[in-house]
């Protein structure tokens, strides 16, 4: 089996990491926090000092970190991922960054023999610690299928959407539908309440029918709870929407619902709610209504 590194053991990819080693993956990890490094050595990981030395040691480097800067740090700084690269390594960066850094961070460690893909992902804590995540991917095909069986050990629906940088659009595009179904939610509770209505059997109603969706049936009783506990930031979400509205920028593309989107996370964090999960979206509706 390949040799896997992985760079970042945050929500999602300490969950990730534990389902490689269940797989029977041996594991070179590096986190700049020790806590989580620690928790996944006691589980049979090999700790590493640098992204460098984890691609010196592995087949498969994995990077899962929080926004663009930050991969283009530990792939491409110093002591980082392209200090070890060579013919035959392959490195698969799960984060959500720029479609276009992509392109620019594969065309330098192609110049030295190495392959990437962007396969970012969907499905929240939740899917990663399940290993039902979904995996969009992007970059060489030939890479791709040799590289399946890892992915296949994180995730349940995996595609492969074309070149470098399709994997990161098309998780763009998730995004938009993300924030669109997010919004319905908070307005559909925010009515019922104001309508008398009791949230949660309108969740159990609604969720048997054509408006059902994911964002519905998992964090629509977490809103009604008052459990604002994140799957996913506020503050990552916030940042994936400015990657989505650049990349229209890029395509002339009028977003007019993301848009909106992104102002109301606006206000949930300027309220000091960043740190939340997104269906702590609920409360600028709330406010909206008079209700809190």
């Known amino acids: 089996m390949k040799r896997i590194g992985f760079i970042g053991l945050g929500i999602m990819g300490r969950p990730m990491s534990q389902n490689l080693l269940k797989a029977g993956y041996t594991l070179t990890v590096y986190n700049r926090s020790k806590g989580a490094a620690e928790e996944l050595a006691s589980a049979g990981a090999k700790v590493a000092g640098s992204p460098r030395q984890v691609a010196a040691e592995s087949d498969v480097v994995i990077t899962m970190v929080t926004d663009t800067p930050d991969v283009e740090q530990v792939i491409l700084g110093a002591g980082g991922v392209i200090e070890a690269a060579r013919e ?118 609604l969720s048997a029918g054509a408006a059902s969706s994911w964002s519905l049936v998992n964090l629509g009783p977490k809103a009604v709870d008052r459990d604002f506990a994140p799957g996913f930031k506020v503050k990552l979400l916030q940042k994936d929407l400015k990657l989505v509205l650049s990349s229209g920028d890029e395509l002339d593309l009028a977003l007019p619902s993301t848009s909106a989107a992104h102002q109301l996370y606006n206000a949930l964090q300027a309220a000091g709610s960043g740190e939340e999960g997104t269906q702590a979206l609920i409360k600028v509706f709330e406010q909206l209504a008079g209700l809190r």
């Open 88 to 205: 035959g390594l392959v490195v698969i960066d799960m984060s959500t960054i720029s479609p276009k850094v992509t392109r620019a961070i594969s065309a330098k460690l192609s110049a030295t023999g190495a392959q990437m893909l962007d396969a970012p992902v969907s499905g929240g804590d939740k899917g990663a610690r399940e290993g039902t995540l979904t995996i969009m991917v992007g970059g060489p095909e030939a890479a791709f299928s040799d590289c399946l069986p890892i992915l296949q050990a994180m995730g349940k629906k995996i595609v492969r959407m074309g070149e470098s940088g399709a994997g990161q659009l098309t998780k763009l595009a998730n995004q938009i539908l993300v924030v669109g179904n997010m919004i319905g939610v908070c307005e559909c509770l925010v009515f019922a309440k104001k309508a008398g209505l009791d949230q949660k059997l309108v969740i159990e109603s």
